[in-house]
T-cell receptor, first 113, second 116 residues
């Protein structure tokens, strides 16, 4: 599992509340990613980070922000959750700088009521 | 922007048979990486196989092999001697090379069921 943990693993929240998901890695990888998985869409990139305080947007970044103050932690924040953000969220790290392989965390199921 | 298409939403095959999952992609880049990921019911995303576009030789990992046709932009996955544990969603993914391109674009997946 490349030492990737996500917390919480499940969360139910109400529309309009802020939510923060945490991704933690133990192996000092430079690149970290947040994806969401929805039926019929596969996985889509939300944001990614290529170093401490270095982040960039993915294809579905609206409504999300990220922060990376330490190499090992990459936080995803929904400032004001909406029902359309109900999804499974995956964190990933780029395990190999040579072959660009990404390894994934176990996922967080978020339900926004 | 790159796109990845998996045209088979669902497939099923008898245990021990061979099955091929299709994937096509669209890109203007000449160097890139292609991947197949497996997602069993546990939801964990597992890397199955990787192919570098600059390599003509098709990648192989035990019972899993790919047929990479660069000109046709096709990247199919063949599973030989299928096993019950191969039952999963399979996703094809594309990654470009160079700074700013280190992100995966996924297809919508193929749900594969291995029948005992």
């Amino acid at each position: 599992d490349a030492g990737i943990t996500q917390s919480p693993r499940h969360k139910v929240t109400e529309t309009g509340t802020p939510v923060t998901l945490r991704c933690h890695q133990t192996e000092n990888h430079r690149y970290m990613y947040w994806y969401r998985q929805d039926p019929g869409h596969g996985l889509r990139l939300i944001h990614y980070s290529y170093g401490v305080k270095d982040t960039d947007k993915g294809e579905v970044s609206d409504g999300y922000s990220v922060s990376r103050s330490k190499t090992e932690d990459f936080l995803l924040t929904l400032e004001s959750a909406t029902s359309s953000q109900t999804s499974v969220y995956f964190c990933a790290i780029k395990f190999s700088e040579v072959y660009n392989e990404q390894f994934f965390g176990p996922g967080t199921r978020l339900t926004v009521l | 922007a790159q796109t990845v298409t998996q045209s088979q939403p669902e497939m099923s095959v008898q245990e021990a048979e061979t099955v091929t999952l299709s994937c096509t992609y669209d890109t203007s880049e000449s160097n890139y990486y292609l991947f197949w990921y497996k997602q069993p019911p546990s939801r964990q995303m597992i890397l199955v196989i990787r192919q570098e576009a600059y390599k003509q030789q098709n990648a192989t990992e035990n019972r899993f092999s790919v047929n990479f046709q660069k000109a046709a932009k096709s990247f199919s996955l063949k599973i030989s001697d299928s096993q019950l544990g191969d039952t999963a969603m399979y996703f094809c993914a594309f990654m470009g090379m160079g700074f700013g391109n280190e992100k995966l674009t996924f297809g919508t997946g193929t749900r594969l069921t291995i029948i005992p």
